[in-house]
C-alpha cells in the first residue's frame, strides 16, 4: 500500500469522524419525558431516548441537576450519556430492574447484571461532572432478601455471589469508549468491567464504592488499547485490576498513568483470573495510599504469559507490601508464565502492624520450580518498614527455609506463604533478576534476613542500601548461582 494511499484513507476516515460530529446534537433528557426527583422509574424512557438518539445520527442524552431513578440501560452505538454537574443517574435496588448481558462468552463475570449495559456497541459514552449511584448497599440487601425468600438462587443471603449483584458499568465486545469526569458510587459488586473492548479511554472519573465486597474500582478483561488516567479510586477490594477469561485473548496496549487509589485489597493488580495473557502494559506514575494488600501485584496462575510490563513511577504509603510477582497453577491446571518486567522508580512504605512478624518482605517474587520468573528488573527501588520481629515467635528462618510451602494451586496473594525469613526482600525460582539502585530501611531491629534468596540464579546488585539499627548479614541464598554484588 503506498504512503499517498494510506493518506487518502485516513484523510476520508477523519472527514466520516467529522461528519457524525457535526450531525450529532444533544438532547435534553425532559425531551424524552425523563423525570427528575428520584421517585419516577425512568428505565424506559431512557431507553427509548437512547435508541432515538442512536437511530437519528448519535448524540448527547444530556441530563439537567438532579436525581433521576432508572433500571438497567443499554447502550446503542454514537450515543453518550451527559451528566451535567448535580445531575445523579441513581440505581434502583430493585434486582429485578437489572438484565443480564447476553455474551457469546458463557462465564459469569461476562453474563453479570450491570445498570448500564453495552454489548458490541461503538463510539459511546459517559462524561459530564455529574454521578452514578448504584445504591450497592441497599440493593445487595434486596438481593439477600430475594435470596431469603428462594426469588434467586445463591449461596448465601448475607453476601450473595458476584453474578447477583449488579454492577455500574459492563461493556462487552465495544469499540471507542470515553468514560470521562464522572463520579461512580456505591456498586453492589465491581464498579465497571470492561470485556473484549477495544480503543477505550477512561479519564479524570472518581470511584467511590464501599457500598459492599468484591467492588473493584475498574476491571479491564481481555482489552486493546485501552487507557486509565487522571483518576481515583477509593474501592472495598482491588483499585485497578486486570483479569483475562479468555484463553485465547489478552490484555495489550494497556495504559495506566497519574491515578491515585485507597483500597481494601491491591491497588493495581492484574492475574488473579489470568487465562490468556497480558502484553505491552505501561504503568506510569501512579499513587497508591492506605492500602491492605500490594501496591502492584502481577500474578499468572491461571495458565496466562504475563510479558514486557513496564512499572514506571510508584509511590505508596501505609500499605502491605510493596510488589508481589506470582506464578503458579491454580487447581493443578495450566502453568502461567512471567517474564521480561521494568519496574523502576519506586517508593513506598509499609504499614505497621501490631504483629511484626505479619510485616511482609516489601519485594515478594515467587514462582515455581518448574515455571521459573524471568528477566525482571528493579532500579531506583526505595522501601521502608518498621521491623521488630522477634525469632523466639518465628515459624520460619533461614535454617528451614524447605518448610515454606509452593502453594501452587493457591489464591495469590504476597502472603500467601505465611512467615518468611526476610524483611526486605524474599525471591524464589527466579532467573535474570537485575538489580540497581535498591535501598530497604527498617525502624526497628529483626533478626530476620534483610534478603533471602532460594533457587535464583543470574541476579546481580548494584547500588544497595540496606538501613537496619542492627550489623548483620545483608543476604543469605540457597540452592542459588551467580549472585553479583
Known amino acids: 500500500m503506498s504512503t499517498k494511499f494510506k493518506r487518502i484513507c485516513l484523510l476520508t476516515v477523519l472527514l466520516i469522524f467529522q461528519v457524525i460530529i457535526v450531525s450529532a446534537k444533544d438532547y435534553d433528557a425532559s425531551f424524552f419525558g425523563i423525570q427528575s426527583g428520584g421517585i419516577v422509574l425512568n428505565t424506559r424512557s431512557i431507553q427509548f431516548g437512547i435508541n432515538y438518539i442512536s437511530e437519528n445520527g448519535g448524540g448527547r442524552l444530556v441530563f439537567p441537576p438532579g436525581k433521576y431513578l432508572t433500571g438497567c440501560i443499554h447502550f446503542k452505538s454514537n450515543v453518550t450519556l451527559h451528566l451535567n454537574k448535580g445531575a445523579v443517574l441513581l440505581g434502583s435496588t430493585n434486582p429485578f430492574d437489572y438484565d443480564r448481558q447476553n455474551t457469546p462468552f458463557d462465564h459469569n463475570f461476562q453474563t453479570s447484571l450491570a445498570l448500564i449495559l453495552g454489548l458490541n456497541q461503538h463510539n459511546i459514552g459517559i462524561t459530564g461532572s455529574g454521578e452514578i449511584d448504584g445504591q450497592g448497599k441497599e440493593l445487595a440487601a434486596a438481593v439477600g432478601e430475594m435470596v431469603k425468600k428462594g426469588l434467586i438462587k445463591d449461596r448465601s443471603v448475607s453476601r450473595p455471589d458476584e453474578d447477583n449483584r449488579p454492577m455500574i458499568i459492563n461493556l462487552f465486545g465495544c469499540e471507542g469508549v470515553t468514560v470521562k469526569n464522572v463520579t461512580l458510587k456505591n456498586s453492589a459488586c465491581w464498579v465497571e468491567c470492561y470485556n473484549k473492548c ?35 479510586f477509593n474501592s472495598s477490594d482491588d483499585g485497578i485490576c486486570l483479569k483475562s477469561l479468555d484463553p485465547d485473548a489478552a490484555n495489550q496496549n494497556i495504559l495506566i498513568e497519574n491515578n491515585s487509589m485507597t483500597t481494601d485489597a491491591s491497588g493495581i493488580k492484574f492475574g488473579t483470573a489470568s487465562l490468556g495473557g497480558f502484553k505491552n502494559i505501561r504503568i506510569l506514575n501512579n499513587k497508591i495510599f492506605d492500602t491492605n494488600r500490594s501496591a502492584i501485584a502481577l500474578e499468572a496462575v491461571d495458565g496466562a504469559v504475563i510479558d514486557h510490563i ?24 495450566r502453568k502461567g508464565t512471567l517474564q521480561n518486567v521494568s519496574i523502576q522508580n519506586v517508593d513506598v512504605e509499609i504499614r505497621r502492624e501490631k504483629n511484626p512478624l505479619k510485616e511482609m518482605p516489601g519485594i515478594v517474587i515467587g514462582g515455581m520450580p518448574d515455571q521459573i520468573i524471568t528477566n525482571v528488573k528493579l532500579k531506583n527501588i526505595v522501601i521502608k518498614s518498621s521491623g521488630g520481629a522477634d525469632k523466639a515467635s518465628a515459624k520460619i528462618s533461614i535454617d528451614n527455609l524447605k518448610d515454606i510451602p509452593e502453594k501452587a494451586d493457591s489464591y495469590p496473594e504476597y502472603n500467601m506463604f505465611g512467615d518468611l525469613p526476610s524483611w526486605g526482600v524474599f525471591i524464589r525460582h527466579a532467573r535474570n533478576i537485575q538489580v540497581e539502585g535498591l535501598s530497604i530501611a527498617i525502624g526497628k531491629a529483626d533478626f530476620r534476613t534483610p534478603i533471602v534468596l532460594d533457587d535464583t540464579h543470574q541476579l546481580s546488585f548494584k547500588k544497595l542500601i540496606v538501613k537496619e539499627p542492627q550489623s548483620k548479614k545483608k543476604i543469605f541464598t540457597a540452592n542459588s548461582s551467580e549472585i553479583k554484588l
Open 198 to 232: 477495544r480503543n477505550v479511554n477512561i479519564d479524570s472519573i472518581r470511584v467511590e464504592s464501599r457500598a459492599f465486597w468484591n467492588n473493584d474500582g475498574i476491571d479491564i478483561v481481555d482489552c486493546t488499547d485501552f487507557k486509565v488516567s487522571n483518576s481515583y
Open 310 to 333: 513496564e512499572v514506571n513511577g510508584l509511590q505508596g504509603r501505609n500499605i502491605g507490601n510493596a510488589i508481589f510477582l506470582r506464578a503458579g497453577a491454580r487447581k493443578g491446571k
